[in-house]
């Protein structure tokens, strides 16, 4: 009865060496960045702007003055609307959002 233990009991810590030897080896690919982050930040329709996941900086006021904003309507939320519809054309979605910023995100490709 011992000598037929001895080689299931064998076979079992090899079995559960080789699960933990998978959680021991290095991060593997799937763990790289899997998204870009850009923030629009409202600071007026003139100086609204994109922050870049590379830190480059572009002001949207240009963007922003090719619509009108109708009467009776927020001015931060139309223009803070506008400015999400254009870096949308680039692959983004919303992410977030506080009262004067909105984090977009895409994936990385």
């Given at each position: 009865m011992?000598?037929?233990?001895?080689?299931?009991?064998?076979?079992l810590a090899v079995a559960t060496l080789g699960?933990?030897?998978?959680?021991?080896?290095?991060?593997g690919p799937g763990?790289?960045?899997r998204y870009e982050y850009a923030t629009i930040r409202w600071s007026g329709r003139e100086n609204t702007h994109l922050i870049r996941s590379n830190?480059?900086?572009?002001?949207?006021?240009?963007?922003?003055?090719?619509?009108?904003?109708?009467?009776?309507?927020?001015?931060?939320a139309y223009y803070m609307n506008v400015a999400m519809n254009a870096v949308a054309k680039e692959g983004f979605e919303f992410a977030g959002m506080t009262p004067d910023e909105i984090v977009m995100r895409r994936e990385i490709q």
């Open positions: 011992k000598k037929s233990l001895i080689p299931i009991g064998a076979v699960l933990f030897a998978r959680q021991l080896m290095g991060a763990t790289m960045q830190g480059k900086v572009e002001m949207l006021g240009s963007v922003l003055n090719r619509s009108t904003r109708p009467d009776r309507v927020d001015e931060r």
